[in-house]
């Protein structure tokens, strides 16, 4: 096992992991990173693609950016987010790792 992986210098990394996976494991989040997967988007832009309020996205938006799983950018007088890209290869990885492991139980 590679030494930075082992417990006792991980132990105390395992609150920070744990909030990590709280964000990963809303729903209405999770709509959200799909969406930015896929393109740069406005507020205004997820709320329609999602069917959820202007303020849930927004409140979602906030908390996700401020754990640095979106960016923002403004563009004149609107603030386009996009998907972190640490965080789009994590999704990708676990949606590799949830498909081998459905084929190994078929």
């Known amino acids: 096992m590679e030494e930075f992986l ?16 709280k964000i990963m494991g809303d729903e209405t989040r999770l ?7 896929e ?3 406005s507020v205004g ?5 999602i069917n959820r309020d202007q303020t849930t996205i927004s ?7 401020k754990s640095g799983f979106v960016l923002s950018t403004r563009h004149g007088k609107y603030i386009f987010y996009s998907l972190d ?3 789009k290869n994590i999704i990708k990885d676990t949606l590799r790792h949830l498909n081998e492991v459905g084929n190994e139980e078929k």
């Open 45 to 49: 832009e997820i709320t329609k693609n």
């Open 39 to 41: 393109a740069e988007m």
């Open 85 to 87: 890209d640490h965080v």
């Open 59 to 65: 409140h979602q938006l906030r908390l996700m950016k």
């Open 31 to 37: 709509e959200i990173m799909f969406l930015l997967m």
């Open 6 to 21: 082992r417990y006792e210098h991980m132990k105390d990394e395992i609150p920070k992991i744990s909030d990590f996976y």
